[in-house]
């Protein structure tokens, strides 16, 4: 497996910043597949239950978007050359990334507007959820592109920049400005 030094890690995220989320660990949410309010959600509506699972709605997205910066920020730094690119490694990386994304409308259902649970996702994510389900769609092609040709290094750059282009399109809509 690639290994990376945090100084390597920490010179990508600043480059990077399109991408960056914050590190939270990660539990489960309890939030079924294909379901848009979590299992708690029909037995019981007091104060802390809701928040439990606002909580949880929260940190499962977070999680799902930790994995996604995790695989992706190895393909950024070969794409810039800071470190050497890998076919084996890249073909790796890039295969989880459609994965990662797909999860984003799940993870994203549960509005969690006004529930005082801390999130860098803005009121807009579920003002405009076809909007966002949109740039989630368009992120969601480019990683599958990216997929694709992730062995074949003369198309590799092109595939990880039109990724980060997807994903930063999103954050300045839906997320948090934390420049």
């Known amino acids: 497996m690639l290994r990376i030094s945090p100084v390597i890690l920490l010179i990508a995220s600043v480059f990077l910043t399109a991408c960056d989320t914050p590190d939270t660990g990660g539990e489960a949410s309890a939030t079924a597949p294909g379901s848009t309010e979590p299992a708690a959600a029909a ?10 699972r606002m909580v949880d709605a929260v940190k499962s ?3 799902v978007l930790t994995v996604l910066k995790d695989n992706f920020v190895p ?8 470190i050497d690119y890998d076919a084996e490694a890249a073909q790796t990386y890039a295969d989880r990334l ?3 994304i797909g999860m984003m409308k799940e993870r994203f259902a549960t509005d969690t ?3 005082g649970v801390e999130t860098e996702a803005l009121d807009a ?6 909007a966002f389900e949109g740039k989630v769609d368009d992120a969601l092609a480019a990683a599958e592109h990216l997929a694709a040709v992730a062995s074949d290094e003369t ?4 595939a990880v920049m039109e990724l980060r282009d997807r994903c930063g399109s999103c954050h300045d809509d839906f997320r948090v400005d934390n420049d």
Do not use: H
Not at 75 to 82: F, P, Y
Not at 125 to 130: K, L, R, S
């Open 43 to 52: 037995a019981t509506s007091n104060g802390a239950e809701l928040d439990e």
């Open 61 to 63: 997205r977070k999680s």
């Open 75 to 82: 393909l950024a730094l070969m794409a810039m050359g800071r």
């Open 98 to 100: 459609p994965v990662m």
């Open 113 to 115: 507007r006004g529930s």
């Open 125 to 130: 994510v579920w003002e405009d959820m076809a």
């Open 155 to 158: 198309q590799f750059n092109d």
